[in-house]
């Protein structure tokens, strides 16, 4: 059985004391829970934060992850951190084409795929984001266009898109309140899965995340799903009581 996975994404939001109490907290609920048999659970972190965080989770079944990598292997990139650098850290997810990166850095398709493709190259498993703005989707232009953000990441990444994760954030669900029902987000993932399916016979092994605003009261009717295989959780993943009921939902969901 494939477990269901929730990614906590604390965007720009941290410090030290705050980190410490929240991964013990969601340690501890998770030890209660008996969470591993059910779910892989991660939190991508600032960068700053994650030797702090890797000597926190150390020797827990919480994972490491990142919400941005180079797509320079190394170099005069001022700025910028590379997958092997996040790999000397532990890390085994990282966030790809984030629609805050795609909208305030101007991150295109192909630059997304190559994040991938390097992320994979280091043996990080990429979380790769798709999804449609508010006006895309009232044009009627959902499937065009996550299937054409996807499609720049199979063409790049071919044999090995199966090893990848996929998160569906609708844009307009994000931070805002909203959240696309049940029903919308399965419409979508299950497009998602027949893309995968037409370019690698392993699609079935490819969790596809619902990343619009899933939080604690709407995550049992999101993972119910037949195509949604956890959750890239936001807001919700800054409060431990929040994160540990959406991971409870997930073993409901498993169960």
């Not at 299950?190 to 969790?207: F, K, M, P």
Request: a negative charge; hydrophobic letters at 45%; one cysteine or more.
């Amino acid at each position: 059985m494939k477990k269901n996975l929730i990614a906590g994404n604390w965007k720009m939001n941290a410090s030290l004391e705050a980190n410490d109490a929240l991964v013990r907290a969601v340690l501890a609920g998770m030890g209660a829970q008996g969470a591993d048999a059910f779910a892989t659970v991660a939190v991508c972190v600032p960068a700053p934060y994650l030797a702090q965080v890797r000597a926190l989770q150390s020797g827990s079944p919480l994972e490491l992850g990142a919400q941005d990598v180079s797509c320079h292997e190394q170099g005069a990139f001022t700025g910028e951190v590379s997958a092997a650098m996040l790999r000397e850290f532990g890390v085994r997810f990282c966030i790809v084409g984030h629609s805050e990166r795609r909208q305030y850095h101007g991150e295109t398709d192909a630059v997304v795929a190559q994040k991938a493709k390097i992320a994979l190259a280091h043996g990080i498993t990429p979380i790769v984001c798709v999804g449609e703005t508010l006006e895309e989707r009232e044009a009627g232009r959902t499937e065009e266009t996550v299937k054409r953000q996807m499609a720049a990441v199979i063409h790049v990444n071919g044999h090995c898109i199966s090893e990848i994760c996929v998160a569906y954030e609708p844009v307009w669900a994000i931070g805002t309140g909203r959240t696309a029902t049940p029903e919308q987000a399965q419409e979508v993932h299950a497009l998602l899965r027949r893309q995968l399916a037409a370019a690698t016979a392993h699609a079935e092994r490819v969790h596809i995340l619902y990343g619009g605003s899933m939080n604690a009261a709407n995550a049992a009717g999101l993972l119910a799903q037949g195509d949604i295989d956890g959750g890239l959780v936001g807001g919700a993943s800054l409060k431990a009581a929040d994160f540990l009921q959406i991971i409870a939902s997930a073993g409901r969901a498993a169960g």
